[in-house]
């Protein structure tokens, strides 16, 4: 699954100089209320931050690498409205502390099952951006009774599903990338709430050595038997093949859906016009397309 926290450092360099004209359309991140409830869980041996606010069915929200759950705050404002949301720090990142633990999606994936747990939701709703993709569908495959619906955005199943150059890239990721990377967004945002901010080129040599490693989950896909949407951007770093055959895996586009739905899938595949992978977490529309989805909404043929 998502071994992708950040390309490399050019990829370092275009997502955080591109951010701020993203975000400037936007609602700002002060216009978050703060939460209802935060506060820290230590979970095999993570000590992870979390937040939890709105009212109404229960929503994990898992960010992508080198970020934070803050990366959502300018969705937040919506989906607080109709979700109660609960925000994780993943480990060495935003407000959780990096430790010792090499990286793992499938630990995480069990970190997030006993996070859950602690917080006493026995089933939620889960939406994974990148390498909270990754870790969301690890939570699915491992934990398939705590996952009611799943949304993975611009997340694949293995890792020959990215562009060469971006495989190329992720090789590159280490702590040398710390002395290019101080004046970002980036780095300032992790300096700003970290519990131990000297950790960063200790994070950056960590998700390197994580990133170096191939997978291939594709038998595990098979496992996720409740609804799934895939989401990516119509430039994202995947192959559009890779994309197709992970809604193919999942049992979609095999045959016409028939004008009574009677073939349709229960699994959803949404191609965001005009974003990358580096804006789609930014994008209004990743709301209006998946909270339909994630509340249920078939939308029954007109025929009926």
Do not use: C
Not at 258 to 268: K, V
């Amino acid at each position: 699954m998502q071994r992708i926290l950040a390309p490399a450092l050019a990829a370092m360099a275009l997502m955080t100089s591109s951010l701020p004209a993203v975000a400037d359309s936007q609602p700002a991140a002060s216009t978050v209320q703060a939460p209802d409830k935060s506060g820290r869980l230590a979970i095999n041996g993570i000590n992870y931050y979390y937040e939890v606010r709105g009212k109404g069915e229960p929503l994990l929200l898992l960010h992508g690498g080198l970020g934070s759950g803050d990366m959502f705050a300018p969705l937040l404002p919506t989906l607080t409205k109709q979700r109660r949301v609960v925000l994780v720090d993943l480990q060495g990142h935003g407000r959780t502390e990096l430790g010792t633990r090499k990286f793992s999606l499938e630990a995480m994936g069990d970190d997030m099952n006993g996070l859950l747990q602690k917080l006493g939701y026995q089933q939620i709703d889960v939406l994974g951006y990148s390498m909270g993709g990754g870790v969301g569908f690890r939570l699915a495959v491992q934990h398939p009774q705590r996952v009611r619906r799943l949304v993975l955005v611009s997340a694949g199943y293995a890792s020959d599903g990215f562009y060469p150059e971006i495989l190329a890239q992720q090789g590159q990721v280490n702590a040398e990338a710390f002395q290019y990377m101080k004046d970002t967004p980036m780095y300032k945002g992790y300096v700003a709430v970290a519990p131990k901010p000297d950790d960063f080129p200790r994070l950056l040599d960590t998700i390197g050595d994580f990133m170096k490693q191939g997978y291939d989950y594709e038998a595990d896909v098979a496992k996720l038997k409740m609804p799934v949407m895939l989401v990516f951007g119509d430039s994202d770093m995947y192959r559009p093949e890779h994309v197709i055959k992970f809604y193919q895996l999942l049992g979609g586009g095999l045959k016409d859906a028939g004008w009574m739905r009677e073939h349709l899938s229960q699994n959803r595949l949404a191609i965001l016009p005009n974003h990358t992978h580096y804006d789609i977490f930014l994008a209004p529309e990743l709301v209006s397309t998946t909270l339909p989805f994630l509340n249920g909404d078939t939308k029954a043929s007109a025929w009926q």
